[in-house]
C-alpha cells in the first residue's frame, strides 16, 4: 500500500521469561541482536470537571474537562486529551487514573466522548455509527484542541494524546492524521488496524509509548481480528508491527534497549519488560512495554471484568504513571 494515511481517513524467574516475550516483538522488527542485550482510580476534586459541547461536521459533540486547582492561570500548562475504550465514553475515561495525576502535577485534561461509544479508528465495523457514517474524529479531537488552547494557558509543546483499547487505535490514527502538533502518544491494549499498517503519514514524528499484554482476549497480540466479548470487530496488526510502524515514522534505533519491569507483584501471573528505541527525529523516542501473561487491562488498574473474560492483571507496576513519566520526558521540540 502507498496510499498516504490522510488519504484514507528483574528477577532469576523474570529473566528466564525475557527470550520467549522479545521473541515475540523483536524478530519481527528484524531486531534479533537485542536479544544479545537482554486502573482504574477514582474521580478527586478539582477546580473544574465540567461537561462540554462542541459542534463539529454538523454534530454536536461532548466532553469532560479537568482543571485542577494545581493549574496556574498564570503558566502554561500541559493538556491530555484521554480517549475511553469501545462501547464507552468520557466519563469511564475519567476514572482510567488522570485524574490524581492532573490534580499533582498541574495538568489540563479533556475526556472526550465517541459517537455511540465508538471512535472511528477506520477499522470498517459497520455496525458502529461511527464508521458507518465514516465520522471524522480527528476533525472533532483537532476543534477540540483548538478550542482548549484558546480558552486555556496550554503549553503548546506539551499537548498529549492517550486512549485504551478502541481509544488507543483513534490515538494512532490521530497522530497520524492530525494537524494538531502533539508532543507524544501513550496508549494501552490497543494495536494499530490493518489500514494504517502499510500507510505513510506525513505527519511530523511523536513519540510514543505502548503497554500491551500478551494473552489479551479481545485485541490479539500478535494481530488478527479484534474480538468485542464474542464479535469480529475488525482486523489489526501485531503488537510488533505496531510498534515498528512509529519506529519507522520517527526514525529511532532499530534496536531496543531492553530491561526487566521489577515483578513486584508475584501472585499476578504476570512480568513485564520495556525496549526503549532512541535517537528518533526531533528527539522522539518510541517505548514498547509488554506485559508477559496480560489479557485487556491497565497495569496498575482495577479486574473490572473476570480474568476469563478479560485476562490478567498485572500489579508490577502503573501503566497511567508509566505513560505520565513519558510524557514529562517528551515535550515537543
Not at 494501552?188 to 490493518?194: A, K, M, R
Amino acid at each position: 500500500m502507498t496510499a498516504s494515511v490522510a488519504s484514507h481517513r528483574a528477577t532469576d524467574s523474570a529473566a528466564t521469561k525475557r527470550p520467549r516475550r522479545i521473541a515475540r516483538l523483536v524478530p519481527v522488527l528484524g531486531l534479533a541482536a537485542a536479544l544479545a542485550t537482554a486502573g482504574l482510580a477514582a474521580p478527586i476534586a478539582a477546580r473544574a470537571a465540567d461537561a462540554h459541547t462542541i459542534v463539529v461536521g454538523g454534530l454536536e459533540r461532548s466532553y469532560l474537562l479537568t482543571v485542577p486547582r494545581s493549574v496556574d492561570p498564570a503558566t502554561p500548562a500541559p493538556l491530555i486529551v484521554a480517549l475511553h475504550g469501545g462501547g464507552s465514553d468520557a466519563n469511564r475515561a475519567k476514572r482510567y487514573g488522570w485524574e490524581p495525576v492532573a490534580r499533582r502535577e498541574g495538568i489540563i485534561v479533556a475526556y472526550p466522548s465517541a459517537i455511540d461509544g465508538h471512535w472511528n479508528d477506520g477499522r470498517g465495523v459497520y455496525r458502529y455509527r461511527s464508521h458507518r457514517e465514516n465520522v471524522d474524529d480527528v476533525g472533532f479531537l483537532d476543534a477540540l484542541i483548538t478550542r482548549l488552547r484558546r480558552q486555556h494557558r496550554i503549553d503548546a509543546t506539551r499537548i498529549y494524546v492517550t486512549g485504551a483499547s478502541n481509544g488507543a487505535m483513534m490515538s494512532f490514527r490521530f497522530a497520524a492524521e492530525s494537524r494538531t502538533r502533539l508532543a507524544a502518544i501513550g496508549t494501552f491494549i490497543g494495536n494499530l488496524p490493518e489500514w494504517m499498517a502499510g500507510a505513510a503519514s506525513a505527519n511530523p514524528p511523536v513519540s510514543a509509548v505502548m503497554i500491551n499484554g500478551t494473552e489479551d482476549p479481545l485485541m490479539p497480540f500478535d494481530g488478527g481480528l479484534v474480538n468485542a466479548l464474542g464479535r469480529p470487530a475488525g482486523r489489526v496488526v501485531s503488537f510488533a508491527e505496531t510498534v515498528r510502524f512509529w519506529v519507522r515514522h520517527d526514525g529511532t534505533s532499530p534496536v531496543p534497549t531492553v530491561r526487566d519491569v521489577p515483578d513486584r507483584d508475584r501472585d499476578d501471573g504476570t512480568t513485564s519488560v520495556r525496549a526503549r528505541f532512541a535517537d528518533g527525529d526531533a528527539g522522539t523516542e518510541v517505548i514498547a512495554y509488554v506485559v508477559d501473561g496480560g489479557g485487556h487491562t491497565l497495569p496498575g488498574g482495577v479486574q473490572y471484568l473476570p480474568e476469563r473474560i478479560i485476562g490478567k492483571t498485572s500489579g508490577d507496576f502503573d501503566g497511567i504513571e508509566a505513560v505520565w513519566a513519558f510524557f514529562q520526558a517528551h515535550p515537543r521540540r
